[in-house]
């Protein structure tokens, strides 16, 4: 089973960026698909990107496209999703998680490792 740790979170602005990091341990995670998804506050978790093993088989949240941008090292055993345009709705924690499977890249039961997760605010 891969280890995940999510990092880069933080306090923005509005319009702001941020880059979320996704650095896995154990296996490698070349071999994976990894996704996120996010929960905010009071709400159930939700799928935001997925990538497949290679870097392709992307997929966003109507919510996500056009704004951020998932993308994954092998070689450094890292998945990113680089977050542009920020709102206030993308308040959330951020979690990835990942499994072995490309199939049903949404449905968060066939996940095998998730990270801690890490939280972002955005101030409008």
Do not use: H
Not at 21 to 40: D, K, P
Not at 58 to 80: E, L, P, Q
Not at 97 to 116: H, P, R, T
């Amino acid at each position: 089973q891969v280890q995940l740790a999510e990092s880069g979170g933080g306090l923005v602005q509005a319009g702001d960026s941020l880059r979320l990091s996704c650095a896995a341990s154990g296996r490698i995670v070349s071999t994976y698909v990894v996704s996120w998804f996010r929960q905010a506050p009071g709400k159930e978790r939700e799928f935001v990107a997925t990538i497949g093993w290679s870097g392709g088989s992307i997929r966003y949240a109507d919510s996500a496209k056009g704004r951020f941008t998932v993308s994954r090292d092998n070689a450094k055993n890292t998945v990113y999703l680089q977050m542009d345009d920020l709102k206030s709705e993308d308040t959330a924690v951020y979690y990835c998680a990942a499994k072995k499977s490309a199939l049903a890249a949404i449905v968060q039961s066939l996940y095998e490792s998730w990270g801690q997760g890490t939280q972002v605010t955005v101030s409008s």
